[in-house]
């Protein structure tokens, strides 16, 4: 089992960076297959970006790719998104997930992942 805790959100304007960061405990982080999707109000959770443990290498929705970087800090089972450029449109609780068993072909599909986070609020202003 894993825990995982996200902080970092926070009111931006349009242009600016942010660093989101998903702090995991119980058992090793590098087992898993993890994930960040956003939801905006009355919207489903939208797959932002994910690391597959299986392939070794991440993945990225189109609207974010090129603006947002997933890195890892294995020493401290921390887990990060780069978010550069921010868009109005990016505005949403952001939410870390992981998962022993998902294949590559899910990363998207937030209930294939058992572990989530608490969520953290990114709001850009125009």
């Known amino acids: 089992q894993v825990q995982l805790v996200e902080s970092g959100g926070g009111l931006v304007q349009a242009g600016d960076s942010l660093r989101l960061s998903c702090a995991a405990s119980?058992?090793?982080?590098?087992?898993?297959?993890i994930g960040w999707f956003r939801q905006c109000p009355g919207k489903d959770r939208e797959f932002v970006a994910g690391?597959?443990?299986?392939?070794?290498?991440?993945y990225y929705a189109d609207s974010v790719k090129g603006r947002f970087t997933i890195s890892m800090d294995y020493a401290k089972s921390t887990l990060f998104l780069q978010m550069s450029t921010l868009k109005p449109e990016d505005t949403a609780v952001y939410y870390c997930a992981a998962d022993h068993h998902v294949g590559t072909s899910e990363l998207s599909v937030p209930a294939r992942y058992t572990y989530w986070g608490q969520g953290t609020q990114v709001t850009v202003s125009s």
């Open positions: 119980g058992r090793t982080f590098g087992t898993y297959s």
């Open positions: 690391f597959s443990r299986s392939a070794g290498r991440t």
